[in-house]
């Protein structure tokens, strides 16, 4: 079993829709959580950084993270064609230290 | 432009080749890590250094020899690598503050590397 898991789309949506994105995680130790955002031939790029349980609101972006379900999430609102990325899920547990990355989620937002 | 610069970005080299990878973060961090990211595979964390020290060796092969003179730069050596070794190579970096106090990792722009 992986450590986590990720849905690798791709996934396929309208402009303006609510876009979900997840993750699952099997080791009950990491405390913290980040959403990444890779472009094509890019390095991937910091998007949410989140500690233990709650939701994390910047701008289109929210971030929720369920510790005892051991459950992710990244919610896009209002998604645009810029959104169109690869979204990678990844967690530690020591902030950026030693991060375990999911596979991402291709994302492609339509006009 | 990020706070972490890799070069080359793209690279071509034989099996025989040595070659070297090079990251230096503008940040102020103390941490700096190489990740291998191959196609449909998640990033893997190779090395680790923590105030220019080795803390981290992810069960890398010796033909990928890291090497950190100062907190600032980040080289990864290559040599007598396999075409399986062909991927995106990425550097990060992070503040350690200590044990569970570390910020996030940012990451530079990858060095795409393929071995024929």
């Known amino acids: 079993q992986k450590e986590v898991e990720q849905d690798p789309g791709p996934l396929s949506v309208p402009e303006g829709a609510i876009v979900s994105l997840n993750c699952t995680y099997s080791?009950?130790?990491?405390?913290?959580f980040m959403w990444y955002r890779q472009y094509s031939r890019k390095g991937p790029e910091l998007l949410m950084y989140?500690?233990?349980?709650g939701n994390k609101e910047d701008g289109r972006f929210t971030a929720q993270v369920d510790k005892s379900s051991k459950y992710i999430s990244l919610f896009i609102r209002d998604s645009q064609p810029s959104d169109s990325a690869t979204y990678l899920c990844?967690?530690?547990?020591?902030?950026?230290?030693?991060?375990?990355f999911g596979t991402g989620t291709q994302l492609k937002v339509e006009l | 432009e990020t706070g972490v610069t890799q070069t080359p970005r793209h690279l071509v080299m034989g099996m025989t080749n040595k070659k070297s990878l090079k990251c230096e973060q503008h940040?102020?961090?103390?941490?700096m890590y190489w990740y291998k990211q191959s196609a449909k595979k998640p990033l893997e964390l190779m090395f680790v250094?923590?105030?220019?020290?080795?803390?981290e060796n992810n069960s890398v092969p010796s033909r990928f020899s890291p090497e950190c003179p100062n907190s600032s730069h980040l080289f990864l050596h290559l040599h007598t690598l396999q075409p399986e070794d062909s991927a995106l190579y990425l550097c990060?970096?992070?503040?350690?503050?200590?044990?569970?106090?570390?910020?996030?990792?940012?990451f530079g722009q990858g060095t795409r590397l393929t071995v024929v």
């Open positions: 990060a970096s992070s503040q350690d503050r200590g044990p569970g106090q570390e910020t996030e990792a940012f």
């Open positions: 080791n009950s130790a990491f405390q913290y």
């Open positions: 989140t500690y233990s349980s």
């Open positions: 990844a967690m530690s547990t020591g902030g950026g230290n030693k991060l375990t």
């Open positions: 940040l102020g961090h103390n941490a």
């Open positions: 250094y923590n105030f220019k020290e080795q803390t």
